[in-house]
């Protein structure tokens, strides 16, 4: 019986991520887990490579090919290309012949516009989708997490992604109070960016940048001075050049897109209803998303807020395995879902 189910086609999760773009598949979890990049030829416009490997080929290009991201701070800013990159994927995936195209669950920020939501929509027909649901990011990093969504108590979940983080306090099934930042994983590497070039003339790449933040990147005090080689272009000969960076430096670069997080999240307390505010000084508030591996965040965000702070095991993965869990449990969880009939 599985097996004639599984010929009508496999309903499908997907995460579309402004750094990465991670799909579930119903029965079999996780299958896909690919940078958000596209290489493109300018000359045929056709694309070159999609995912990891476009990706390797950031900063390392003829002139004729250009590595680009269609998706900025959560939303689609290339629409040809996001529905060609999903495509990509969606078939990379779906490889045999099913009678029946798959339903698509797509996670999206809590801040898109309707606008910005039927560009998502229309990314997952015109990739070959039966039928397109919109998810908001907060609550399937929610779901994800293992939070009680769906009971009369108070959940408040912070997703940092690489173009946006995510407030957002949940209770019997929706959203309370939201805030939606467009500040996240990518902002950080930018300010790394602007300081090294500031402070040494020197001009990093963006891999450079992410893998300095990923290295010695800390947004409390640590007690061992840590350091990092970095190479880039020196501003004034033009030549390549080494720099040695210390933790103390890259912590003092991100401290701007850190403090506004944190903003975010006070924010977002304020706005919440005396009742719900009293559930989350017992539940704490749940990390997820890749920021929430940036060292110290828990503990910055502890002291400013005076609440318990949990990282969830596998933030990551956090929001792709919450509308993973509504592809597998359809009929109990669609009430979280956005529905669009297509016409």
């Given at each position: 019986?599985r097996?004639?189910?599984d010929l009508?086609?496999?309903?499908?999760?997907?995460?579309?991520?402004t750094?990465?773009?991670?799909v579930y598949?119903?029965n079999?979890?996780?299958?896909?887990d690919?940078?958000?990049?596209?290489a493109?030829?300018?000359?045929t416009?056709?694309?070159?490579?999609?995912g990891a490997?476009?990706?390797?080929?950031i900063?390392?290009t003829?002139?004729h090919i250009?590595?680009?991201?269609?998706?900025a701070?959560?939303v689609?800013?290339?629409?040809?290309?996001?529905?060609?990159?999903?495509?990509?994927?969606?078939?990379?995936v779906?490889?045999?012949r099913?009678?029946?195209?798959?339903?698509?669950v797509v996670?999206?920020?809590s801040g898109?516009?309707?606008?910005?939501?039927?560009?998502?929509?229309?990314?997952g027909y015109?990739?070959?989708?039966r039928?397109?649901?919109?998810?908001?990011?907060?609550m399937?990093a929610?779901?994800?997490?293992?939070?009680?969504?769906?009971e009369?108590?108070?959940?408040?979940?912070?997703?940092?992604g690489g173009?946006?983080t995510?407030?957002?306090?949940i209770?019997?099934?929706?959203?309370?109070?939201?805030?939606?930042?467009?500040v996240g994983?990518?902002?950080?590497?930018q300010?790394?960016i602007?300081y090294?070039?500031?402070e040494?003339?020197?001009?990093?790449?963006e891999?450079?940048?992410?893998e300095?933040?990923?290295?010695i990147?800390?947004?409390?005090?640590q007690q061992e001075?840590?350091?990092?080689?970095v190479?880039?272009r020196?501003?004034?000969?033009?030549l390549?050049?080494?720099?040695?960076?210390?933790?103390?430096?890259?912590?003092?670069?991100i401290?701007?897109?850190?403090?506004m997080?944190?903003?975010?999240v006070q924010?977002?307390?304020?706005?919440?209803?005396?009742?719900?505010?009293g559930?989350?000084?017992q539940?704490?508030i749940?990390?997820?998303?890749?920021?929430?591996?940036?060292?110290?965040?828990?503990?910055?965000l502890?002291?400013?807020?005076?609440?318990?702070?949990?990282?969830?095991?596998n933030?990551?993965?956090?929001v792709?395995?919450?509308?993973?869990?509504?592809?597998?449990?359809?009929g109990?969880l669609?009430g979280?879902?956005?529905?669009?009939?297509?016409?």
């Amino acid at each position: 019986m599985r097996s004639f189910l599984d010929l009508l086609g496999r309903d499908m999760a997907v995460d579309l991520g402004t750094a990465n773009t991670l799909v579930y598949v119903r029965n079999r979890g996780i299958v896909l887990d690919e940078p958000s990049v596209v290489a493109l030829n300018t000359r045929t416009e056709k694309i070159v490579a999609v995912g990891a490997e476009a990706k390797r080929m950031i900063g390392r290009t003829p002139g004729h090919i250009i590595a680009i991201r269609p998706l900025a701070d959560g939303v689609i800013t290339d629409l040809d290309v996001a529905e060609q990159m999903l495509r990509y994927f969606i078939q990379k995936v779906h490889r045999r012949r099913y009678f029946v195209q798959p339903r698509v669950v797509v996670a999206v920020p809590s801040g898109t516009t309707g606008v910005e939501q039927r560009a998502v929509k229309e990314a997952g027909y015109q990739a070959g989708a039966r039928r397109v649901y919109i998810i908001e990011e907060p609550m399937a990093a929610a779901i994800g997490a293992g939070l009680p969504v769906h009971e009369a108590v108070g959940s408040m979940v912070v997703d940092i992604g690489g173009g946006t983080t995510e407030v957002a306090v949940i209770s019997l099934g929706g959203i309370v109070t939201a805030r939606s930042l467009r500040v996240g994983g990518d902002e950080l590497d930018q300010a790394i960016i602007s300081y090294v070039k500031k402070e040494y003339s020197l001009l990093l790449g963006e891999r450079t940048a992410e893998e300095v933040k990923i290295g010695i990147g800390y947004a409390w005090p640590q007690q061992e001075e840590a350091k990092m080689e970095v190479r880039g272009r020196d501003l004034v000969s033009g030549l390549p050049r080494t720099v040695m960076v210390t933790a103390d430096e890259v912590r003092e670069a991100i401290e701007e897109p850190v403090h506004m997080i944190i903003d975010a999240v006070q924010t977002a307390l304020d706005q919440c209803p005396p009742e719900l505010a009293g559930d989350l000084v017992q539940t704490g508030i749940t990390l997820t998303g890749g920021g929430a591996l940036l060292r110290g965040l828990d503990r910055r965000l502890a002291e400013a807020t005076g609440m318990p702070i949990r990282a969830v095991d596998n933030p990551l993965h956090s929001v792709v395995l919450g509308s993973g869990r509504c592809v597998e449990e359809f009929g109990r969880l669609n009430g979280v879902l956005v529905p669009e009939p297509r016409r």
